[in-house]
């Protein structure tokens, strides 16, 4: 178990977008791995590379007692929007209510290579597109009025 010390608000690796992952190696699996271990502590329902210090386009999450992790993802967006409720490990204590799509279809990478699709509604639609932000160097807070 490896446990990161989360980036806080304010530190410039949040805000820089995140690389491509191009080797899929032991250490990408041990990224993912830390990912998940930190997530798991803190505890979150999903944590970008960037928000321990590493710029590469991985996140992890867990929704509805689901766990996974997403590398290199690209988002197909649903029309239908919902505002709900949103915090972010990099804001502790803080949340707002955010506007987002209500589905979202996310393909991407798992850790070894592997083509994956994650489909979702609601809250994991939410979670994919807040943690798919941090690859971007965009912040939840971004997105309010």
């Given amino acids: 178990m490896s446990i990161k010390p989360i980036r806080l608000f304010g530190d410039p690796v949040l805000r820089t977008s995140a690389d ?20 798991m502590d803190a505890p979150g329902l ?30 197909d967006l649903s029309a239908e929007r919902e505002e709900d409720d949103e915090g972010c490990l990099s804001f502790p204590g803080l949340a707002y209510p955010v506007n987002r799509a209500f589905g979202v279809v996310a393909k991407g990478f798992d850790m070894h290579g592997e083509p ?30």
Avoid: W
């Fill in 46 to 75: 999903g944590l970008a590379a960037p928000q321990i210090g590493v710029g590469l386009r991985v996140f992890t999450y867990y929704v509805d007692d689901v766990l996974g992790h997403l590398i290199n993802p690209s988002l």
């Fill in 116 to 145: 994956v699709t994650v489909e979702g509604t609601s809250q994991l639609a939410r979670c994919i597109q807040h943690e798919t932000d941090h690859l971007d160097g965009v912040l939840f807070i971004d997105r309010l009025d």
């Fill in 20 to 39: 491509p992952v191009t080797d899929f190696d032991a250490e990408l699996r041990k990224l993912v791995q830390d990912l998940t271990d930190t997530m």
